[in-house]
T-cell receptor, first 112, second 115 residues
Framework: GQNIDQPTEMTATEGAIVQINCTYQTSGFNGLFWYQQHAGEAPTFLSYNVLDGLEEKGRFSSFLSRSKGYSYLLLKELQMKDSASYLCAVRGVNTGFQKLVFGTGTRLLVSP | DTGVSQDPRHKITKRGQNVTFRCDPI?????LYWYRQTLGQGPEFLTY????????KSRLLSDRFSAERPKGSFSTLEIQRTEQGDSAMYLCASSNRDSFGNTIYFGEGSWLTVV
């Protein structure tokens, strides 16, 4: 099976940088995804990592270490609109190639 | 590209009634997924279609749940004899083998409240 852990809640200040960690355990690995979800809305895709290293996309970056079963999402120059839940999801080989397994999400609150 | 669309967006039903949700995936996406999400939790996988074939089904999908994708385009998810525990947001998503990392894109979700 798969197990995904991420902090339940984090707070940060507008303009700051925040790092949201995700650790996972899976008997097979075929990619890690980050999604953003505003309250009452559907998740929207942020990033995808399948190889070790850092992927940068504007204010958001995502890092992966497969040997450590670890990823983080880095948000820079925080804005109020970044207040949302951030979901880490892993696609594991043994759970079926196409299925993503999600963590419970990290709720980020950005204050002025 | 109009995105994944779901209908209805909100449904309130009495316990014991049947409900059906419809999902129209992104055009040309041959893969379609149903997930369920409750408050404070991440989405939980329910089922997956490739074209019209249902290739994977979660143990969460009891015999009261059935999903179809008859022509490989839109899909329906039916819940029979609804129970209060079925109250959740039902998310549909689609993907294409050629999309980046086979990324799945979600619709806006269908909120179900069973009273």
């Amino acid at each position: 099976g798969q197990n995904i852990d991420q902090p339940t809640e984090m707070t940060a200040t507008e303009g700051a940088i925040v790092q949201i960690n995700c650790t996972y355990q899976t008997s097979g690995f075929n990619g890690l995804f980050w999604y953003q979800q505003h309250a009452g809305e559907a998740p929207t895709f942020l990033s995808y990592n399948v190889l070790d290293g850092l992927e940068e996309k504007g204010r958001f970056s995502s890092f992966l270490s497969r040997s450590k079963g670890y990823s983080y999402l880095l948000l820079k120059e925080l804005q109020m609109k970044d207040s949302a839940s951030y979901l880490c999801a892993v696609r594991g080989v043994n759970t079926g190639f196409q299925k993503l397994v999600f963590g419970t999400g990290t709720r980020l609150l950005v204050s002025p | 590209d109009t995105g994944v669309s779901q209908d209805p967006r909100h449904k309130i039903t009495k316990r014991g009634q049947n409900v059906t949700f419809r999902c129209d995936p992104i055009s040309e996406h041959n893969r379609l997924y149903w997930y369920r999400q409750t408050l404070g939790q991440g989405p939980e996988f329910l089922t997956y279609f490739q074209n019209e074939a249902q290739l994977e089904k979660s143990r969460l999908l009891s015999d009261r749940f059935s999903a179809e994708r008859p022509k490989g385009s839109f899909s329906t998810l039916e819940i029979q004899r609804t129970e209060q525990g079925d109250s959740a947001m039902y998310l549909c998503a689609s993907s294409n083998r050629d999309s980046f990392g086979n990324t799945i894109y979600f619709g806006e979700g269908s909120w179900l409240t069973v009273v």
